[in-house]
């Protein structure tokens, strides 16, 4: 089973960036999944999550209002649309799938996890 992550790049700030989450199969359709993100020498912080079916989402502090979470389960793919970027959100961000369907905060409530895609805002 794998989490594939892509989308991230450099932009300045301000701009926005779309990261995709796809998995091999149709596996995660009842899971909750989410993003986190690890900036250097910080540790790895919930950023969004969604439930199983799309209608529940929850977002870190930092980011309600310019991120958004979504997912498209036909197609295995969940999305993270950031808008209004900050150079603060330069991070390398990885998709992950829960252990339950909820949109869970807490990395110990997801059980595979992705590769990282690199996110870098300038200012």
């Known amino acids: 089973v794998q989490l594939q992550a892509s989308g991230g790049g450099l932009v300045q700030a301000g701009g926005s960036l779309r990261l995709s989450c796809s998995t091999s199969r149709r596996t995660f359709w009842n899971n909750g999944m989410g993003w986190f993100r690890q900036a250097p020498g910080k540790e790895r912080e919930f950023v969004a999550g969604?439930?199983?079916?799309?209608?529940?989402?929850s977002y870190a502090d930092s980011v309600k209002g310019r991120f958004s979470i979504s997912r498209d389960n036909p197609k295995n793919t969940v999305y993270l649309q950031m808008n209004s970027l900050k150079p603060e959100d330069t991070a390398v961000y990885y998709c992950?799938?829960?252990?339950?369907?909820?949109?869970?905060?807490?990395?110990?409530?997801?059980?595979?996890w992705g590769q990282g895609t690199e996110v870098t805002v300038s200012s």
């Open positions: 969604i439930s199983w079916n799309g209608g529940v989402t």
């Open positions: 992950a799938a829960a252990r339950r369907a909820l949109a869970a905060r807490s990395t110990d409530e997801y059980n595979y």
